[in-house]
């Protein structure tokens, strides 16, 4: 299939990135700004944001008149000069987003899929997502960067590979992330799903949110792990078992095989219907995982949890109070997911605008490779 994101252009250049972060915030901005907040000078400034003028990203809106000098001009995001798509594969649906470049969610749609589906099943209902949306939307002809999926694990992310997707029978080894390339014809990015939904915080919330885990609750647990300002996968890109992590050593045994994991305690006491000893659960593993890595923000997601969302976070933000020594120093915000059901699929669609059209960092510009040169 032809690639329709072949002619796009993606950024290459830190500065770039740079100046585009600065875009995508809501005000117009003038060179002046861009050069005070990045510390260029304002005539590489000024080249940046011809390349930017000119990929069709920004556009000069008007002038800033400053006292007797000459007015500067400002310029403004182009937020529909690019879209991307963003999947959440879940065990029972398929939840398609369009974004457009600013992040802002253009439409959101829930396709329902087999129960045990193949990977047939999925590549059809990611095809048919697809068509539809560009179908009613013919203003994306030409500007979709790429597709993203996050979907449950294990996976490996940098060889776009499900290694085995818990719970269900057809995935072990399989090549999503080409299969997938080949099928819609464009640049596909694949990663868990908890990683996707922790990137989507982080693209809204900005640089103030540098460690931080995104604890998601449906049909399982996991957590995605943002360190150090960039999203953590890990050495085989599988980190984020948050739910495989043993609380009892002589617990029930659980579908991965070891007894006693936090997800099938909780499971069991949400089975039993005793929603605040799950939370408690739960809590009991926020609180474990930030004494290993020290997180400032723990962000609550998930359709099973959302649903009883004052109870966890009642809960989480007690265990981290009266169980982590020295919580008046060690302090941690304990939020809700700002995106509710579409975090993850709003996620893979942000990991493909920071893989394209965010700051290249030298990890993002590994795993960034394969979306910017798709399969032909
Ligand atoms: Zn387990």
């Excluded at 830190?14 to 995508?24: D, M, T």
């Excluded at 949400?270 to 004494?291: K, S, T, Y």
């Excluded at 965010?358 to 510009?365: E, M, N, T």
């Amino acid at each position: 299939m032809r690639n329709p994101a072949a002619g796009l252009g993606f950024l290459r250049d830190y500065n770039e990135g740079l100046v585009l972060a600065i875009a995508r915030g809501a005000a117009p901005f003038d060179r002046a700004s861009v050069a005070a907040a990045t510390g260029l000078t304002p005539q590489a400034v000024s080249k940046v944001l011809a390349r930017l003028i000119k990929q069709g990203l920004i556009a000069p809106c008007g002038l800033k008149r400053q006292g007797a000098g000459k007015p500067a001009t400002l310029y403004e995001l182009l937020p529909t000069s690019r879209f991307a798509v963003g999947m959440h594969v879940a065990r029972r649906t398929l939840r398609t987003v369009l974004t457009d470049l600013r992040g802002d969610i253009a439409t959101s749609h829930v396709t329902p899929l087999p129960p045990d589906f193949t990977p047939r099943d999925l590549l059809d209902a990611m095809t048919g997502a697809v068509a539809r949306l560009t179908r009613d939307r013919p203003q994306t002809a030409g500007r979709i960067a790429g597709v993203g999926i996050g979907m449950v694990g294990p996976l490996d992310h940098a060889l776009g590979i499900v290694r085995d997707a818990h719970r269900l029978r057809h995935w072990h080894d399989v090549p999503l992330r080409e299969r997938a390339q080949d099928a819609l014809g464009l640049p596909v990015h694949l990663d868990k799903d908890v990683t996707a939904g922790v990137t989507a915080e982080a693209w809204r919330r900005g640089p103030a949110f540098d460690d931080a885990a995104l604890i998601m609750v449906e049909s399982g647990v996991g957590a995605g792990l943002w360190l150090d300002g960039r999203a953590h996968r890990g050495a085989h890109t599988n980190a984020g078992e948050f739910g495989h992590t043993v609380l009892q050593l002589d617990g029930p045994r659980c579908a991965c095989g070891r007894h006693g994991c936090l997800e099938v305690l909780h499971d069991l006491a949400v089975a039993d219907g005793d929603i605040p000893r799950a939370a408690r659960i739960l809590a009991a593993g926020v609180v474990n995982l930030v004494q290993a890595v020290d997180i400032g923000h723990v962000v609550l997601a998930g359709a099973d949890l959302l649903q009883h969302h004052r109870t966890y976070r009642a809960a989480v933000t007690a265990g981290i109070e009266t169980e982590v020594p020295r919580a008046d120093w060690l302090t941690v915000e304990v939020t809700l997911s700002s995106l509710g059901a579409d975090i993850i699929a709003a996620g893979a669609a942000m990991q493909i605008l920071d893989a394209s059209y965010g700051v290249p960092s030298p990890a993002s510009a590994a795993h960034a490779a394969p979306v910017a040169q798709p399969a032909p």
